[in-house]
């Protein structure tokens, strides 16, 4: 009589299966936490056109020779109404602007060749970064204001609870956070 013969296919001891393919699953992985600091850092960012928001909608219903027409009672309502919504559109420029303006060193430093050029430009987009880390504390240290008392009461009798830690937290996250998502996407399209 003879053998029976085993109909199982033969696979290759170091052969995975397709559904666990080490590239696929640092793609996912890598993707997941993109999405995840991804929605934290533009949830964020969304609150954060605020200040210029506000800073927009002050300079547009604050002026001292057109403050009288916000007195009408129909065109001062439809003038008011005008006024949120370009400040909602020019503050969400600005705001815009000013983040590019931080991250682009980091999005340009990539560049393969290095010479002079690029090393004038890079010194160029570094004073860019840096004036608008600048304008953006300032814009959100007025919006969100570090300190819960007035600043002399704190330089003179400073406690801990007088910092207002969550504006700390919001203002540090509109500055960098952007900038943190650019670095966290490179080390992980290196992974990837």
Do not use: H
């Amino acid at each position: 009589m003879g053998k029976k013969k085993d109909k199982t296919p033969k696979v290759p001891v170091n052969q995975q299966s397709p559904g666990q393919d080490p590239k696929k699953v640092d793609t996912l992985m890598g993707g997941a936490i993109l999405l995840a600091a991804g929605l934290v850092v533009g949830a964020i960012a969304f609150m954060n056109v605020g200040p210029y928001r506000d800073l927009i909608y002050s300079a547009l219903t604050e002026w001292g020779w057109l403050s009288w027409l916000y007195t009408i009672p129909v065109i001062g309502q439809w003038l008011d109404s005008a006024a949120i919504l370009l400040a909602i559109i020019v503050g969400a420029a600005l705001f815009a602007g000013i983040q590019l303006g931080e991250i682009w060193p980091l999005v340009s430093a990539e560049k393969t060749t290095k010479d002079r050029k690029w090393g004038r430009k890079m010194l160029f987009l570094v004073a860019l970064a840096c004036c608008c880390y600048a304008l953006d504390a300032v814009a959100c240290s007025f919006f969100w204001p570090p300190l819960k008392v007035d600043f002399q009461q704190f330089r003179w009798a400073a406690l801990l609870s007088d910092i207002a830690w969550g504006n700390l937290f919001v203002t540090l996250v509109t500055l960098f956070g952007l900038s943190g998502y650019v670095w966290l996407w490179r080390q992980i399209a290196r992974v990837m």
